[in-house]
């Protein structure tokens, strides 16, 4: 049996308040262009989690939805009062919402398993060579990596 997960966060200004629980969370770093552009950093880091276990406490996101390179809609959810970056949600991946992990009231919970789009890191990034890495893309939508 697997330990239940109770994670909160937020947006900067406080406007958009969350929690999340559920049985289990992976995380990722992507280094797609997007993600730097949608976060301003070299990568981001995104904590994979059940969409059904999540609740925005107070405030509302403001979403933006763009065709990624699979032809499928993702969805980059946002605060509309600060702008900080939330939740991004891929057509690709029903039921499944990733959650910032810098939005996290306590991010050193999170540990990231595995790096995608690795061929189009920044020199400067930081790359952890123990994990497994995914040049293009990621591991396949029914394929977990904890
Ligand atoms: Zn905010
Ligand atoms: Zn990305």
Same mark, same amino acid.
């Given at each position: 049996m697997q330990e239940m997960v109770t994670l909160n966060g937020g947006c900067l200004c406080g406007a958009v308040r969350y929690q999340w629980r559920g049985a289990s969370v992976s995380a990722t770093y992507c280094h797609c262009p997007d993600c730097r552009k949608a976060t301003g950093g070299p990568y981001t880091v995104g904590v994979r989690v @059940?969409?059904?276990? &999540?609740?925005?406490?107070s405030g509302k996101t403001k979403g933006y939805t763009k065709i990624a390179d699979s032809g499928r809609q993702i969805t980059r959810e946002f605060c509309p009062e600060c702008g900080s970056p939330l939740f991004t949600r891929g057509e690709k991946y029903p039921g499944v919402v990733w959650i910032?992990?810098?939005?996290? @009231?306590?991010?050193? &919970?999170i540990k990231p398993t595995h790096q995608t789009?690795?061929?189009?890191?920044?020199?400067w990034a930081y790359l952890d060579k123990g994990l497994r890495s995914f040049p293009?893309?990621?591991?396949?939508?029914?394929e977990k990596i904890v």
């Amino acid at each position: 049996m697997q330990e239940m997960v109770t994670l909160n966060g937020g947006c900067l200004c406080g406007a958009v308040r969350y929690q999340w629980r559920g049985a289990s969370v992976s995380a990722t770093y992507c280094h797609c262009p997007d993600c730097r552009k949608a976060t301003g950093g070299p990568y981001t880091v995104g904590v994979r989690v @059940d969409a059904a276990g &999540l609740t925005i406490c107070s405030g509302k996101t403001k979403g933006y939805t763009k065709i990624a390179d699979s032809g499928r809609q993702i969805t980059r959810e946002f605060c509309p009062e600060c702008g900080s970056p939330l939740f991004t949600r891929g057509e690709k991946y029903p039921g499944v919402v990733w959650i910032k992990a810098g939005s996290l @009231d306590t991010p050193e &919970l999170i540990k990231p398993t595995h790096q995608t789009w690795t061929a189009m890191a920044v020199p400067w990034a930081y790359l952890d060579k123990g994990l497994r890495s995914f040049p293009r893309d990621g591991p396949s939508p029914g394929e977990k990596i904890v």
